[in-house]
């Protein structure tokens, strides 16, 4: 287990059993030798279905329960509990195989959560840091010095820096939580005067800065996968349903069903042969990452030589697109044809043969592509959230709009917006966060600028929000069940030094379960109940054209002094003097019956709480059938008008230019249209010379982000492997499951090579998530991805670029 | 009798998620490292570059397998207990009060269905569910793949629907996605990736096979006790002629009492592979399927029948005729030891061990250790008669010079007389001693060169032969090859260098000198085979997952 806290005995209770067996019989006339052999587990005991009967005859239950985790699902899962111990988990029992009535299969992940809520690295009290910061030296602490400490922390801050120097830090590790989450922490300070915000998130920084400059919205609703089975071609841009939606009741399901149905030939594009290409692909189109843009260049400028292009759609529903559509203020050269045919102002034409040496792909490959995807009537192109991840992501995005757009697609059942796909989510009440009255935001992924240098951000420099500049650093910050403090952040070793100095960010209260990376950097540190341990209201994820609700109960009293951040809160509320405002008298089971009550009102049939509790999940497929995003606009784009400023799809951006013209210190570009952004630790950085092979990092079965990252179950059915092209692995005399290690000047990582096949040559992937894990020489041997990715944000969004990095690698 | 229950699995749904794995895992509590349910994927193809660009031809494919509850199961078939079983339900299953944890059945099934519990000391494998199925449930599998690639019930009803080749259901079938284009591609000789889950495998290069050290010593101990039988039993038969019982008898009976001990080590030490040794006694039970059964029946009636022997001849019981009878029937049923225990490992599922080489080889190892032991045992006993013998005749000088003078003469002369009539015997024993080394050396270069002819057979078979074979001649060849050079120039200089002087010196040499050749040379060989041993356990691979 990946683990270089020096803790205390208080730290980790009871120690681990051995069993040891010996059984050995004296053989006649010889020598009998005895020897022992122990095995131990390294885990606390799962309870057993062989456990003895309690004397009062508790017997055995099965409780409606759920699995919270951001992983874009969201499964209930049936717990058996045996004398108040979880022994088994079983699956949703209700639906069906039918798409809109699916059964809720959980993956992999859920599957092993007992090993989750009863994982040795659970937090069991209240801690204090002892020692340096990220040392994860703790001292056990009372509830009520946890609480005086930290109310009187807050205080001192709101007193010395304001509330703008509070900060409540990105985490997903509860996504699905409803009452039993962190909008209590966003709930409390919003009723203490606010605190500084943030915009974006990590999952989806560049896509949601972008959007907007195309459709008006930062997200702007596609076509379900359930509408696919309308398509002729499905066109998977980056986007892995089968890795990134995991769940047997959503995505993952509905794509391989949609396709079965409906029969749509399917295009996946991806550096990876990922695991959606196995079982979906009938063709993989690999590129070197980062080279959308002059993919979809490439594509373009076959289909418009080619007159494959929908013209009408474009003169109707688009601006930018042709010289004849651009806006008044554009400059002449600016339109996107004009980029595609070497008459803008790089004077470059975008042909198959200018596309190939950059994206890898080859010219006659470009051409055949371009042509299938005109002439598919309907096709389906449905981006992911990998394209978006880089330094050059924002291009991308609204450049695998404009094929959306060019081929007329947008708005058609079969068809969509280029974006990730839609779904149907209906009114579930969520417990009530408040508004924040500061509307001072950063961008999620700069938060150590704000530690650092916060009073020298602005507006136009670092994407500052609502305010022309910071004026005080973050002094204090919340981190609710976040690995992204160091984990799951860019360039950790970079990350760590920084939060090492507690005269910059003085206060750090990890809430959480499990001892992750994240939660050594404590000052104080709280143990969370796990979603078993709670009752909470669940509504659904991304299921398609399919709702739900579930009420996952309490299986298990609260393990340890657990207990449940609603109730952190509420003690901090009362030392803070604002108690009543913020439980409005209601314990956290009377939110849950509040906010099965309100979603009543909402959503026309939902339950009573009695009633959801004994079914435990309902379900709502969508009224209007099958999701087809922005079927109005199609129909009726003047009675419909986006919210761009023209109206229409802005294929050129009038916003973006002036953007472009008034930030300062743009690293990078911000193109009016969807140009190809070469960019930094790109496949032709000079860089190179050095780290010549482009790393990205793949989201894995084995986790869901970080959490789950130590399940040895899941451990030992997914290792933390690095994927190497023969090629390259051959180059480097790396074999198999040879230890290897991954580096640039950010950092190293130890983990095993996989050498595949199902990776582009060039490129390795480091599944991201695992758990960072420094040895006395500081090389990961947990394998992190963020060892090696970098601070430097992408220049509109200011968002994370995790897939942009050059490495080496090297046998260990 | 119940029908036939089993699963249908599409290959064409599954993302190698392992759902199924660990939803068996929580089911059933499985620790870490025994895994009911396995998934393995499969990857192979090739990469075209062209400048720039590069356009691939990769297949990948995921298998997710448990047991498949065969119709003629080959782990049942060689279960030397009949602990594991095909029940009414037709569901493959273990009875662990019988289980002795040889871990035979992991060898024999290339599905890699029987896993070995650490903790318990038996084999544990799926059941089917057969709880879940009788609760009208699905097994914990089917129930959790959340793309529905499996499915479960009886298999005539799954062979209806879906045909009933195990590659393609005929009638629903889907081609496979991207399926290999013959011509563009080379078959790969090793898959991609291959699964992590074996239990034998250890790190290349890495001789000491710690966990089946017990079998090697089991085996080289009982080849060398049943070489060292037939070869005293030889020496016995051809000596008598010439030089009499009584020289024989006392030449061969302390190499023959060193038998016992060696044979009994070594079944004891066998035991120490055994995860659950409580109930080893049932490892007899299956003599008409198993040759696990049959080398513990021969080697248990070996050891008894040499125990029986060696007390009649040490006794004088019975007549001469009817113990050397005894004898050969020991010597018989030592030979089908041998024999048994070299068909245990011509198991279908291990390229390096399912090769005629394997029983040639343990024969080689039987006469060749069986003959040195014995020359090595002869020289030894001899010498250390010869001493005592001169002591006694010293002391009896020095006696008789004492109680010259006493007047008594009876007991002096007594230990005079012995000595003059071991005198007689001493040159028959001498000459008998020094012909069976002749013999034993002419034996030995025999063996080496059987040795020398059949090994390099063997690797190259193995080097030319299907990925398991390969795999199995990369462990042999590890290192460099240094271990099997090793254990080929020890052998060398054992049987062949010094075999050949031991020949030369036996006919006129110091006893002295006999006995540093005769007893270097077991020692080189014994090295030699057990490093060769050792090479056979390690180099284990086997098919399937």
Redesign the interface.
């Known amino acids: 287990m990946p683990d270089t806290a020096t803790p205390r005995p208080t730290l980790l209770g009871a120690p681990v059993p051995r069993?040891s067996?010996m059984?050995?019989?004296?053989?006649?006339?010889?020598?009998?030798?005895a020897?022992g052999?122990g095995?131990h587990?390294?885990l606390i005991p799962?309870p057993?279905?062989s456990a003895e009967p309690a004397a009062d005859g508790a017997g055995e239950k099965v409780v409606w329960n759920s699995c919270n985790v951001n992983c874009g699902s969201r499964c209930p899962l049936l717990m058996t509990v045996v004398d108040g111990a979880i022994t088994?988990?079983?699956?949703d029992p209700t639906g069906d195989?039918e798409l809109g009535s699916q059964q809720i299969?959980?993956?992999?992940r859920g599957?092993?959560i007992?090993q989750r809520i009863y994982n040795p690295d659970r937090l069991k009290h209240p801690m204090k840091r002892v020692g340096k910061r990220g040392a994860g030296e703790f001292e056990q602490i009372t509830w009520e010095e946890a609480f005086d400490t930290i109310a009187d922390s807050l205080k001192k801050t709101l007193d010395d820096y304001g509330n703008e120097a509070v900060y409540v830090h990105y985490g997903s590790g509860t996504t699905g939580a409803n009452a039993s989450g962190g909008t209590s922490v966003s709930r409390l300070m919003n009723l203490l005067g606010g605190s500084l915000g943030y915009y974006g998130t990590y999952s989806t920084s560049q896509i949601n800065a972008a959007t907007p400059y195309t459709y008006g919205v930062e997200r702007e609703t596609n076509n379900s996968f359930n509408d696919a089975v309308n398509t002729k071609l499905l066109v998977l841009w980056g986007n892995n349903p089968?890795?990134t939606r995991?769940?047997?009741g959503g995505e993952?399901?509905i794509a391989?069903q949609a396709k079965e149905i409906g029969g749509a030939k399917v295009i996946v594009i991806d550096p990876r042969?990922s695991?959606?290409a196995?079982?979906?692909?009938?063709e993989?189109v690999?590129l070197r990452p980062g080279t959308d843009g002059a993919l979809v260049a490439g594509l373009a400028h076959v289909m418009v030589t080619e007159n494959m292009h929908d013209q009408a759609f474009l003169d109707t529903y688009c601006v930018g697109f042709d010289e004849e559509h651009l806006p008044e203020s554009a400059k002449p050269g600016s339109s996107y044809k004009a980029y595609l045919l070497g008459d803008g102002p790089d004077g470059v034409e975008k042909t198959p043969e200018w596309a190939?040496?950059i994206?890898?792909?080859?010219?006659a490959?470009i051409r055949r592509l371009a042509r299938e995807i005109a002439q598919a009537k309907p096709c389906a192109i449905v981006q992911g959230w990998g394209p978006q991840r880089h330094a050059n992501g924002e291009a991308t995005v609204r450049a695998i709009y404009v094929l959306a757009a060019i081929t007329g697609n947008v708005g058609l059942s079969g068809g969509g917006l280029g974006a990730r796909e839609g779904n149907y989510s209906m009114a579930t009440a969520r417990f009530p966060g408040g508004t924040n009255p500061i509307t001072t935001k950063i961008s999620c992924f700069t938060w150590t600028d704000a530690i650092e240098r916060g009073p020298e951000m602005t507006k136009l420099a670092d994407g500052v929000r609502g305010k022309d500049k910071l004026d005080v650093p973050i002094k204090f910050l919340w981190n609710h069940a976040s690995n992204t403090l160091i984990n799951q952040h860019s360039d950790i070793n970079r990350t760590a030094k920084l939060l090492e100095d507690d005269s910059l960010l003085e206060m750090i209260v990890v809430i959480d379960n499990q001892l992750c990376a994240s939660a050594k950097f404590a000052d104080i540190l709280l143990p969370d109940v796990s979603n078993a341990e709670l009752t909470d209201l669940i509504p659904s994820g991304y299921s398609g054209d399919l709702a739900y609700a579930i009420l996952a109960q309490k299986a298990i009293e609260p393990l340890f002094e657990c207990r449940s951040t609603y109730d952190i809160c509420t003690e901090i509320a009362d030392r803070m003097g604002v108690k009543d405002k913020f439980t409005e008298g209601k314990t956290l089971d009377e939110w849950v019956e509040q906010l099965v009550a309100d979603s009543q009102k909402a959503v026309e049939g939902f339950p009573s709480y009695d009633e959801l509790a004994t079914m435990g999940i309902w379900r709502k497929a969508n009224p209007a059938g099958f999701t087809v995003g922005l079927k109005k606009f199609r129909a009726d784009p003047v009675a419909n008008p986006l919210k761009t400023p023209s109206g229409k799809i802005e294929i050129y951006s009038e916003r973006l230019q002036e953007i472009a013209d008034t930030w300062e210190g743009v690293d990078g570009e911000i193109p009016a249209i969807p140009a190809y952004v070469p960019s930094w630790e790109g496949h032709d950085d000079p860089l190179t010379s050095t780290y010549p092979l482009q790393m990205i990092g793949h989201h894995y079965?084995s986790r869901t982000h970080s959490s789950y990252g130590n399940v040895?179950?899941?451990k030992?059915?997914?290792?933390q492997v690095v994927w190497v092209?023969?090629?390259d692995a051959e180059a480097r005399g790396i074999e198999?499951?040879d230890v290897v290690h991954v580096f640039n000047d950010r950092g190293r990582i130890e983990l095993l090579a996989?050498?595949?096949?199902?990776i582009?040559?060039g490129v390795l992937s480091v599944p991201q998530g695992a758990w960072y894990s420094p040895d006395e020489k500081g090389v990961d041997k947990g394998g992190s991805t963020n060892t090696l990715t970098s601070w430097r944000p992408s220049p509109l969004s200011k968002g994370n670029p995790q897939h942009t990095n050059l490495v080496q690698i090297e046998k260990a | 009798m119940a029908k036939q229950l089993g699963f249908y699995f599409d290959q064409?749904?599954?993302?190698?998620?392992?759902?199924c794995?660990?939803?068996c895992?929580?089911?059933n509590?499985l620790?870490?490292?025994v895994?009911w349910r396995r998934?393995a994927e499969y990857?192979?193809?090739?990469?075209q570059?062209?400048?720039?660009?590069?356009?691939?031809n990769?297949f990948?494919?995921?298998t997710s397998i448990s047991c498949n509850h065969c119709d003629e199961p080959a782990c049942v078939q060689v279960c030397p207990t009949t602990a594991m079983h095909k029940d009414e339900h037709g569901i493959v299953t273990i009875d662990d009060g019988k289980c002795v944890g040889c871990r035979y059945c992991e060898w024999a099934c290339p599905y890699g269905a029987p896993q070995y519990d650490?903790?318990a000391?038996v084999m544990t494998k799926c059941d089917l569910c057969i709880d879940r199925a009788n609760a009208g449930e699905q097994p914990a599998c089917v129930?959790?793949?959340?793309?529905?690639a499996l499915e479960f019930g009886e298999i005539e009803e799954l062979r209806a629907k879906y045909g009933d080749t195990a590659a393609i259901g005929v009638q629903n079938a889907r081609p496979p996605?991207?399926p290999p284009q013959p011509g563009h591609h080379p078959p790969p000789r090793r898959p991609?990736?291959?699964p992590?889950h074996r239990r034998h495998r250890q790190p290349r290069g890495d001789l000491m096979n710690v966990h089946e050290l017990p079998l090697v010593a089991f085996t080289i101990l009982a080849q060398m006790s049943v070489g060292s039988f037939v070869v005293l039993g030889v020496i016995h038969l051809a000596g008598i002629r010439k030089h009499g019982h009584s020289a024989v008898d006392k030449l061969s009976d302390p190499a023959l009492y060193a038998i016992?001990?060696a044979i009994?080590?070594g079944?004891?030490?066998s035991?120490?592979h055994l995860g659950?040794?409580?109930n080893?006694l049932n490892a007899i039970n299956h003599l008409g399927s198993s040759w696990l059964s049959r080398e513990i029946f021969f080697g248990s009636a070996f050891a008894c029948m040499g125990a029986a022997f060696a007390v009649v001849q040490w006794r004088r019981w019975l007549t001469p005729m009817l113990r050397q009878v005894l004898a050969g029937l020991t010597a018989l049923v030592g030979l089908a030891l041998v024999y048994c225990m070299s068909m245990v490992y011509m198991l279908p599922t291990v390229p390096a061990w399912n090769h005629w080489a394997t029983p040639v080889t343990f024969f080689t190892t039987t006469f060749l250790l069986g003959a040195l032991a014995v020359g090595a045992a002869l020289v030894i006993a001899y010498q250390y008669r010869q001493r005592a013998t001169a002591k006694v005749l010293v002391t009896a000088d020095i006696a008789a010079g004492a109680d010259a003078d006493a007047g008594e003469t009876p007991e002096v002369e007594a230990p005079a007389a012995a000595v003059v009539a071991d005198d007689a015997d001493g040159a028959a024993t001498s000459s008998l001693l020094r012909s069976s080394l002749r013999w034993i050396a002419t034996a030995s270069i025999v063996m080496l060169g059987v040795e020398f002819v059949v090994l390099p057979i063997y690797a190259l078979d193995l080097a030319n032969g299907n990925v398991n074979a390969q795999a199995s001649a990369a462990i042999l060849m590890s290192g460099g090859g240094v271990y099997l050079i090793a254990r080929l120039v020890l052998v060398f200089a054992g049987a062949g260098l010094l075999g050949f002087f031991l020949y030369r010196f036996a006919g006129k040499g110091a006893e002295r000198r006999l006995v540093y050749l005769a007893t270097s040379a077991f020692v080189l060989v014994l090295a030699s085979e057990t490093i060769g041993r050792l090479l056979f356990y390690s180099s284990f691979d086997r098919i399937g997952i």
């Not at chain 1, 299969?105 to 992999?108: F, S, T």
């Open positions: 069993r067996f059984k050995w019989s004296a053989a006649a006339g010889g020598a009998a030798t020897v052999i095995a587990y390294g799962l057993t279905a088994r988990i079983d699956a195989d299969r959980a993956c992999v599957r092993s007992r089968h890795e995991m769940s047997g993952l399901y391989q042969q695991d959606t196995v079982t979906m692909a009938d993989w690999p190939a040496p994206t890898g792909i080859p010219a490959t079965k040895a179950w899941l030992e059915a997914h290792p092209n023969p090629v198999n499951d996989r050498v595949t096949l199902r582009a040559p | 064409t749904l599954c993302t190698g998620c392992k759902a794995q660990v939803a895992k929580d089911k509590d620790p870490v490292g895994t998934v990857s192979g193809g090739t990469w570059q062209e400048g720039d660009t590069f356009t691939p990769v990948t494919y995921y650490k903790n000391g129930a959790a793949c959340p793309s529905r996605h991207d991609a990736h291959r992590r016992g001990p009994v080590l079944m004891a030490g035991m120490l659950n040794p409580l080893a």
